[in-house]
């Protein structure tokens, strides 16, 4: 079985209530990329973030943080587009990665694409109600019809992000289209906690994805708890093969105290090489999803 591909999903929006190690300035990301690079990761998530912990629209400190990432480390990077997610236009949405691409210092490896529409509402348990009532996370087709190809354009490879089976389908209908090449490097977002627009964070959740996954298609696939922990998963996770992305931006994992990125990397690298599979170097990660 190949070697496990770890991404560290660094800080997304998390703040620091429970956990103050969630990295938020270029130089924190930068330092927290290189020890998680240390601990066994391949690629690098990130959030630009303002000093407050707020999010960071700048395009100018998206290029700054992954030029700092590329002076300390090898790790591959993954920017989001969440800096403008639910307004702007499709083509301010990626502008900001197009721009990074064309020059090596600022250059990310991956754009994520979510591959469908849905509510992303925090809903409360404990008060039975939802905290909003209006939040919609759209990508209509068209707009990732144009991720798409630009994003091929542009040379990066797009992380398909499915959020529940019909995202699946979709990534699979652009594969099937040829926008999408050969593998699929798939997100399964699975989660837990008050956002309820992901499969639950159970065997059966992440099974729901596996069963769908069509054998014919070369997919190189990863999971995501968002809101929870990934390790109670992290053994069936590895031993069907599949891959792990994780982070304190998903959760504080303070059932492990106050870990930092790289001391939570660094679990699930002994859980790989007690599966007998090691984890992938950046370089191997590259070999692995055809990357250029
Ligand atoms: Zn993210």
Redesign the pocket.
Known sequence: MEKLIIEA?VN?YAMRKHNPNVPWSSEEIARDAAACREAGASIV?F?ARQENGAPCHDAGRYAETIARVHDVCDLLVHP?L?ANTLAASKEGRLSHVLEMAKDKRTRPDFA?MDMGSTNIDAYDPVTRRYVTGDQMYLNSTDTLLYFAKEIRAAGLKPCAVAWNITYLRQALAFHEMGLLDDPIYLGLTLTEGKVLAGHPATAAGLDAYLINLPKTVPVVWTVYNYGGNLLNLADKIIAAGGHVAVGL?DHPYTELGAPTNAQLISKFADIARKHGRGVAAPGETRQILRMN
């Open positions: 999903r997304e998530h959030h989001t969440g994520p931006g």
